[in-house]
């Protein structure tokens, strides 16, 4: 089952692992024990506040940090006339684990890592880890093509969402490390 999944093509809206989380991937899947099913290292984003999973809701997106400019270009480049939120959306990884004791030693190692949201879920044909980092900000930013904040909030917010990205990061770092 590992190399069939590993074998998939991406169906990822990036089409490729997030840079900031290749390494931790790659090292999960050199390990017989575990292989990943998705992952993302964290990204903010510009998207359409429907209240469900839906085609073509990201209206900017980026996996890196932002600065005021790229911000504020991308709000006034949104042509959407109903509400957008900003997300800055925390790191989430899969790893389909061999048995309930690695699964158990990944979560393990997480939480030591500082990932206070993981867990392991039990399926009929494997054992799931998700892990889930903590650090996130949301809130609605544009309402039909007007922001709702002013360029004060935005600096603020911007600074914000970057230091959740690099703590994020870190964490990803750390349980790399924990892995060795």
């Given at each position: 089952?590992?190399?069939?999944?590993l074998?998939k093509?991406?169906?990822?809206?990036?089409?490729?692992?997030?840079?900031?989380?290749?390494?931790?991937?790659?090292?999960?899947?050199?390990?017989?024990?575990?292989?990943?099913?998705s992952?993302?290292?964290?990204?903010?984003?510009?998207?359409?506040?429907?209240?469900?999973?839906?085609?073509?809701?990201?209206?900017?997106?980026?996996?890196?940090r932002?600065?005021?400019?790229?911000?504020?270009?991308?709000?006034?480049?949104?042509?959407?006339?109903?509400?957008?939120?900003?997300?800055?959306?925390?790191?989430?990884?899969?790893?389909?684990?061999?048995?309930?004791?690695?699964?158990?030693?990944?979560?393990?190692?997480?939480?030591?890592?500082?990932?206070?949201?993981?867990?392991?879920?039990?399926?009929?044909?494997?054992?799931?880890?998700?892990?889930?980092?903590?650090?996130?900000?949301?809130?609605?930013?544009?309402?039909?093509?007007?922001?709702?904040?002013?360029?004060?909030?935005?600096?603020?917010?911007?600074?914000?969402?970057n230091?959740?990205?690099?703590?994020?990061?870190?964490?990803?770092?750390r349980?790399?490390?924990?892995?060795?």
């Open positions: 089952m590992k190399q069939k999944q074998s093509q991406d169906k990822s809206n990036i089409g490729r692992w997030d840079s900031k989380i290749k390494g931790l991937c790659d090292k999960l899947n050199k390990n017989k024990s575990y292989y990943t099913t992952s993302c290292a964290g990204r903010i984003v510009l998207i359409k506040s429907l209240g469900e999973k839906a085609e073509n809701v990201f209206l900017f997106r980026t996996h890196n932002i600065n005021f400019k790229e911000l504020k270009g991308a709000l006034d480049n949104i042509d959407y006339k109903e509400l957008v939120e900003f997300q800055q959306t925390p790191c989430i990884l899969h790893v389909a684990c061999a048995s309930l004791k690695d699964a158990q030693e990944l979560v393990d190692k997480s939480k030591l890592a500082g990932w206070k949201r993981s867990g392991i879920m039990a399926t009929g044909k494997r054992f799931m880890v998700e892990l889930h980092s903590t650090e996130k900000l949301e809130f609605p930013i544009m309402n039909k093509r007007i922001v709702l904040v002013d360029d004060d909030f935005l600096k603020l917010i911007i600074e914000i969402a230091d959740k990205m690099e703590k994020v990061w870190e964490k990803i770092k349980l790399e490390k924990e892995l060795q």
